[in-house]
């Protein structure tokens, strides 16, 4: 097969991250040619496999900068995936290794199977950096008969391991990130706090199962969260640092210099969990068996290794198959009318009437979709309870990696005179479940969430996913509404996860007050379901009046007003992680601006809005109002707006002024004053002044191809930073002189501004500097040095 992309996209502005390859490949050949390309690139690339088994005939090692996603199970010409069930199989020739060095970006794997090498190894190791510059993701991958499963270097990427297998790992060198079925070992040569999540994995038959360990201070606590570990010929676990350990299984272990069960490791069983030939739960009588959390850190994924539901029955299973057996009471929808035998309403009064968990699912007759239209409002659900529609014949769950091709086979419409569409409300303790489902045309919200327990709202549409009814009514004042209700979450962290939402002519989702943090992850917010169109929110998300919310990963683009707007209240929002989401972009990388600013920070402290992708929004990309101080918007990529990249208020570019004493939206921090950007097309330093109060300063730098009117810049793409101290203060500003080393992304410098923002110890980020161009500096050889 030809080695080429499949599909073209224009890049709309030089730093948007566009695709610059996109590969279907089908020989080991074109798998080694095709990362070796892809290394060479600094923007996003995509590797497809096609199902057949691919073999590499020589170790491959390649330093990848950038975006990279490496996804098998396609069908011939890779533009739809052959099954949810399908894979792609990566085998080694003998004494082959396969190694990915990672400089910055993501790393993400799905549908493969790597068999047979040395050792599988993705690592940060060789670049340093003392920011968080990206993650790793291995979802749905099996690591099988290597000398070393996986192993994880990850000194400045987080790490998420869902839904994988690792089994056959044989290397006998006594050392503990050899031989295991995964490793993550940290070197800490940076400094950030890295988040590892190693969620619903099994790991049998290694020398080691799971081992971590890392070499500098503890900066984080892992978690591992519905995993089983179970014979494997040393140690099931072996830990080097606490880790916090929940709902896992395993019998041997090693807990030893410095190694522990953190705080808050519960529920984790010592026990044979039964497990077939293929590591799969034996039913009906394996411990795995609906006796994992259903609401991990992380979230969970929507589904297991094959592809199917992640949750049948009450609760997850353990590890990385979920099995068949249902210990829930079914109830089956079988009507589309508004009351009665078989229908919505009567099944939910059903369940209202009963303890324990209960499933409603679907059965509907006829062709999909069907449609139930309701003239009344639903009972509010009061008990534990998963609504599935992806029961229906004929649904099938989203496999897009950024859109939603999914078929959604029962409509929820509310006729544009019913106010509420569900409404849960779950006690402390229960969680309540809707999957499949499209919600139309009501007035107030289609889906409330209210109470001290939890919701997950997974794979759905609102104001879209059946074409047939586009034309109904919009909803009303939003589409998903949230009250309390901690650890609820809307999305996931897989494709199957993903909601649409659309078309409320308030907020596309509203998190109200709340006693703890709820989750917003990787759901195309604003846009049909290609992700290309428009169908607009009034506002993407709302947040008022929460503790924690996290929001990460999605696509918010078309609002008629905010993408994501945090609100001022009586008591505000503290501590929003807004972090990792394309705000005015398309799924295919085009523009989708919201209507006036990207991210409006109104109230609150604490916040932290950081690796967004901000762009091509009407007004400002990102504001700060004077009620919020702490909120720290480092390494954000923002340009293309309709005015300031970041505007502190007062409204329009601040003057350096005297930040001592100061107070109003993040102390008014001055910004630094550049002084020249000089150096060889790939690294140079950037120099300049800082004034300010006394305190510690990290300050970043960017470039931008294009400057305001004014004078003042975009704070494009990071490309360095570097971390001063002013002692010289008093009633007014001290200052200090910096030098700061830049690297170009991409192949040059040359032809960039330059521009830098100041952000101190306590958070307080300031607003962009002005532009200086990039010069070359003075002379060198040409090979770079001296």
Known sequence: MRLAPYFAFLLLSWQAPAHAANFCVDTGAELATALDTAASSSEDDVIRLETGPVTLAAELVETVRG??????????????????SSFSTINAAPGTAFRLNLRDGDLSTLRLRFAGFNGVTFSDAGFDSDIVSGEIRVQRTAFIGNGTGLRLGADHHNVRVENSLFTGSTTNAGIITQGAGLAIERTAKGTPIVAVQVINNTLSGNRFGFAIITEGPLTFVPVLGNNILFDNRVYDLVLRLPTRVEYSTWVTQDFTFGGSLAPNSFNNLSSNPQLDANFKPIEPGSPAIN????TPVGGLPGSDYDGGPRVVGTRVDRGAYESAVNNASVLTVTSTANSGAGTLRQAIIDANSSNGAKAIEFNIAGACPRQITLTSALPALTESISIEGYTQPGSVQNESARAFDGTLCVGLLGGGTVATGLDFRPEADEVITVAGLAFYGFTSEALKINGAGSGLVRGNAFGTGLAAFIGVPELGDAAIRVQDAPDTEIGGSDSASRNVISRAAGAGIRLEASTGGRSVRNNLIGFNTAGTAALPNGIGITVEGSDRDVIT???VGFSTAQGIRVLASATPAQETVIT????????TFGAAGNGTNG??????????????DIRHNGTDGLVVLTASRRVDFTNNGISDNGQQAIDLSPDGVNPIDNDVGQTGANDQQNYPALAKAEGTAVSGTVTGTLASANGTY??????????????????????????VTITNAGAANGSVAFSGNVIA?????????????ATDSEGNSSEVSACVPYVPGPIVFEDGFE
């Open 698 to 723: 990290r300050i970043q730098f960017f470039r931008t191809i294009d400057c305001d009117a004014n004078g003042y810049g975009e704070a494009g793409q990071w490309i360095g930073q570097t971390n």
């Open 553 to 555: 990963k999605n696509l």
């Open 580 to 587: 990792d989401n394309e705000i005015g972009v398309s799924a």
């Open 599 to 612: 991210i409006r920070i109104e109230g609150g402290n604490d916040h932290a809005v950081q690796f967004n």
């Open 291 to 294: 006796a994992g959390d259903s």
């Open 67 to 84: 975006n990279l996603s490496i996804t098998g199970g396609y069908a011939a010409g890779c533009l739809l995936p052959a099954g949810s």
């Open 745 to 757: 992304p991409s192949a040059s410098n040359f032809g960039f501004d330059i521009t830098a923002i």
